[in-house]
């Protein structure tokens, strides 16, 4: 017999541009505040959704303790059975590439360019349809990503920091297509610094991403502290959070972090 986790819905949808998804929400067993719950957009659904909507049941009932207040998760992810659907995500997560020389397609079997229009598909049509179904706070959206999740968190931020008010980038691929982040992290500093309202953004890591290739964690961490140095220069528009998280890996830093991303969500701050 399957074991289903109460408060729990799956529906499947399909973009203006034809492309499906699996989407999975978790609804507080509380009464909604008037102005409906925050909402927290986790990209990876198939793989992180479970984890988060326990997560966020459990410590949500001792609010005053955890931190974070009843909120609604919504894991968006892909038909199949698969944790992962490579091919779907990294054309949802990444922009066009500006770079081909650098063998990061073939490393990840990548087929970038679909990003903006991703992030279309979340605020124009998933976010309408959501607020359809169930009380949500329209003026409390969160979206938090891990790897080239994190990658895309951090591409929306850049770009459309308004779409969401808080972000989580966790384990971010900033390496990606030659560090192109960086460069338009350090290009929107002007819009960001005057971003009104602010957003929240929390940005983490480990410094031993990957254990067994010393080069590719040096990567990741060097990365995130360049992107940790270039935000800083814009208190006024972005507040951020920056963790490193010592003995944790690639696969587990979504996992641990995911108390702090649902505190933000919920609008808590520490």
Same mark, same amino acid.
């Given at each position: 017999m399957a074991v289903t986790l109460p408060g729990t819905y799956e529906f499947a949808m399909q973009s203006a541009q034809g492309k499906d998804y699996k989407i999975f929400v978790a609804v507080p067993e509380s009464k909604p505040p008037a102005e409906g719950f925050p909402v927290l957009y986790l990209l990876d659904g198939n793989a992180y959704f479970i984890?988060?909507?326990?997560?966020?049941k459990e410590q949500s009932t001792f609010a005053?303790?955890?931190?974070?207040q009843?909120?609604?998760?919504?894991?968006?992810?892909?038909?199949?059975?698969?944790?992962?659907?490579?091919?779907?995500?990294?054309?949802?997560?990444?922009?066009?590439?500006?770079?081909?020389g650098t063998g990061q397609f073939a490393a990840l079997g990548a087929s970038p360019? *679909?990003?903006?229009?991703? @992030?279309?598909? =979340?605020?124009?049509?998933l976010r309408p349809a959501l607020a359809a179904r169930y009380p949500i706070d329209l003026s409390r959206q969160s979206l938090a990503g891990h790897s080239l *999740?994190?990658?895309?968190? @951090?591409?929306? =931020?850049?770009h459309r920091?308004?779409?969401f008010n808080s972000y989580a980038a966790i384990s971010p691929s900033i390496w990606?297509?030659?560090a192109r982040l960086l460069k338009e992290a350090q290009a929107q500093l002007p819009s960001l610094t005057n971003a009104k309202p602010a957003v929240d953004l929390l940005l983490a890591v480990s410094p031993q991403e990957m254990s067994a290739y010393p080069d590719r964690s040096a990567m990741m961490l060097s990365g995130a502290r360049n992107m940790q140095a270039i935000l800083a220069s814009a208190p006024q528009g972005v507040r951020m959070q920056y963790q490193e998280l010592p003995g944790e890996n690639h696969i587990s830093t979504n996992l641990v972090a995911m108390s702090a991303i649902l505190r933000q969500a919920s609008g808590h701050r520490r």
């Open positions: 984890a988060a909507a326990s997560a966020m005053a303790i955890s931190g974070i009843p909120l609604i998760v919504v894991g968006v992810g892909y038909p199949g059975q698969y944790s992962l659907n490579r091919e779907r995500r990294s054309f949802d997560f990444l922009p066009p590439a500006s770079s081909t360019g *679909g990003a903006d229009t991703f @992030l279309d598909f =979340l605020v124009n049509e *999740g994190g990658y895309f968190a @951090l591409h929306a =931020l850049l920091p308004a779409a990606w297509d030659d």
